[in-house]
């Protein structure tokens, strides 16, 4: 089975900062691998994935993630962050694109502050 | 990207009355419908799985027969919520994989907040 560890439940940085969203994962076979965002009271929103090819890939809203494999990491991150930034995001793993059973992270809350 | 509506956004009913929520992917098949639940400050817990057409797959420790869910088609799968109870108060959100701009990615529903009284 696979697990994802997000190292930090809360991240506080002021605005206009970088910020770095830790993920680790833990599986016996290949992963694709996916970051959400979720504001207050909402579903989640697909900031980024990798499913393959090259290992940085970059998503919405200014985010970007890194895929290394040897670390066993997927970690997201934004040169300069915004207030409306504020949200909890979460990482995940699934193992069968076919059958896209989502394995989640606990959740990292960033909080930007001005 | 991919649009998933799900419906009520919020929803009171009485304790012992049942409640449907509803999850529709509005601009692709999905061949696959996932069913989470939250609790505050946590992470989703997968309930169910559901391939159109077939019956819903529960994770363990959840109680089918509690938590109904139909996808007959392959834009709609409903969670209906029966006899329910204040400890079934809680935000559930939907999620549905398929085909074209949804091929092996789940996309998300707003999440319905449930409160039973």
């Known amino acids: 089975a696979q697990s994802v560890t997000q190292l930090d439940s809360q991240v506080p940085v002021f605005e206009e900062a970088p910020v770095e969203l830790r993920c680790n994962y833990s599986s016996s076979v290949s992963v694709y691998l996916f970051w959400y965002v979720q504001y207050p009271n909402q579903g989640l929103q697909l900031l980024l994935k990798y499913l393959s090819g090259s290992t940085l890939v970059k998503g919405i809203n200014g985010f970007e993630a890194e895929f290394n494999k040897s670390q066993t990491s997927f970690h997201l991150r934004k040169p300069s962050v915004h207030i409306s930034d504020t949200a909890e995001y979460f990482c995940?793993?699934?193992?069968?694109?076919?059958?896209?059973?989502?394995?989640f992270g606990k959740g990292t809350m960033l909080l930007v502050s001005p | 990207g991919a649009v998933v509506s799900q419906h009520p956004s919020w929803v009171i009913c009485k304790s012992g009355t049942s409640v449907k929520i509803e999850c529709r992917s509005l601009?692709?098949?999905?061949?696959?419908m996932f069913w989470y639940r939250q609790f505050p400050k946590q992470s989703l817990m997968l309930m169910a799985t559901?391939?159109?057409?077939?019956?819903?797959?529960?994770e363990q420790g959840v109680e089918k027969d509690k938590f109904l869910i139909n996808h007959a088609s392959l834009t709609l799968s409903t969670l209906t919520v029966t006899s329910a109870h204040p400890e079934d108060s809680s935000f559930y959100i939907c999620?549905?994989?398929?085909?074209?701009?949804?091929?092996?990615?789940?996309?998300f529903g707003a999440g319905t907040r449930l409160s039973v009284l």
């Open positions: 559901s391939n159109e057409g077939s019956k819903a797959t529960y």
């Open positions: 601009d692709f098949q999905a061949t696959t």
């Open positions: 995940a793993v699934s193992v069968n694109l076919g059958y896209s059973t989502l394995t």
């Open positions: 999620s549905a994989s398929g085909t074209s701009i949804a091929k092996n990615i789940q996309y």
